[in-house]
């Protein structure tokens, strides 16, 4: 009967019943006071006190059983513990496959022949990461074949930044991803086992340990040469570059007829070099063959074909790529006079090739003849003069005007 009664809980009191000064008079006798306030009083009872007991113990008792539960499912767990593994690694191998297979379906990768023969056939084939990454040209792809008869160490001669460290990488890749089980990036390919993939590829140093970035090359290439077998596939992306032209074209040299004299049988090699005085091994070892990735010259420009054919080349066209890459024009013109001078083997009084002298004649040139409206640059009229007009659009003229 008491219209104001509340049911409240603080930390100090637990549960209890407080009743308005109002309706103090219809407090029953059982209810014991606790707590006097201004507006009533506050009241506890036998079973309010169960009652706090019973909520207060439930939580204690709820994570006790908790506990109890998680104990039963682990001991279950652990009897089905070998089942479990083995699933769990069935489902990791599945998915490894899953990725794979998806990959394939994708990236328009086949199936290879894996053998134990000493032939590595690709036809087609394609770098797996490059070709979806590069997205300003096509992908195009190349065939390579190995094989321990006639074709069994590949000089690759070529062009900066034509692809020759490319191809070198993505027939590693391939025989990589079909020997553990993938498809390949390849319209066809046939690969012989091979035990190990050795490279020696990039420019990095180790100073810490005092090694010198040729240091670390030399060391990587006398791992390969102690190691490597006829079942190996030995990928070398230049060797040599870090001392004089002489010592390192006569280590490439020697590296190269180590890896084809191998245990009488040689290793199946892909070797990128711009040592273009290795193609000439192909007279002295008869299982070398020189390969090259084709470039085109156009308006003293080079353009990539990135295609690798039979044969060897004699160029690297190191200052068109300079030039591609931003070097000044004066500091392009000058290693041009300078490259014409070491071909043409223009040598000083010491017997030394002269490349100062056609900038010091061209300087004494301008000193005696001025030219009556300020020296003459002729950079916009030979930009002109390269512009393709017949295949431009009409956006891209105003485009090229406005520049």
Known sequence: GISSLKVGYNRVFGYYIEVSKANLHLVPSDY?????????????????????????????KRVALEYEIFEEIRQRVALENRRIREAAKLISDLDALVSLAEAAEAYGFTCPEVNDGPVIHIVDGRHPVIEQTVKDEAFVPNDVYLNDREQQLLIITGPNMAGKSTVLRQVALTVLMAQMGSFVPASKAAIGLVDRIFTRIGASDDLAKGQSTFMVEMNETANILRHASSKSLVILDEIGRGTSTYDGLSIAWAVAEALHDRNAKGVRTLFATHYHELTELVATKERVKNFNIAVKEWNEQIIFLRKLVPGGTSRSYGIQVARLAGLPPAVIERAREILDNLEGRKMGEAGMPHVASTRRKKEKEDIQQL?????????????????????????????????
Do not use: C, W
């Open 371 to 403: 030219h009556l409206f300020g020296a003459q640059d002729h950079r916009l009229k030979q930009r002109i003069q390269k512009l393709d007009i017949s295949s431009m659009t009409p956006l891209e003229a105003l485009i090229e005007l406005n520049k």
């Open 32 to 60: 014991i006071r606790k707590q006097t306030l201004a507006n009533g009083e506050r009241y506890v009872t036998e079973k309010l006190k169960e009652y706090e007991e019973l909520v207060l113990g439930a939580e204690e």
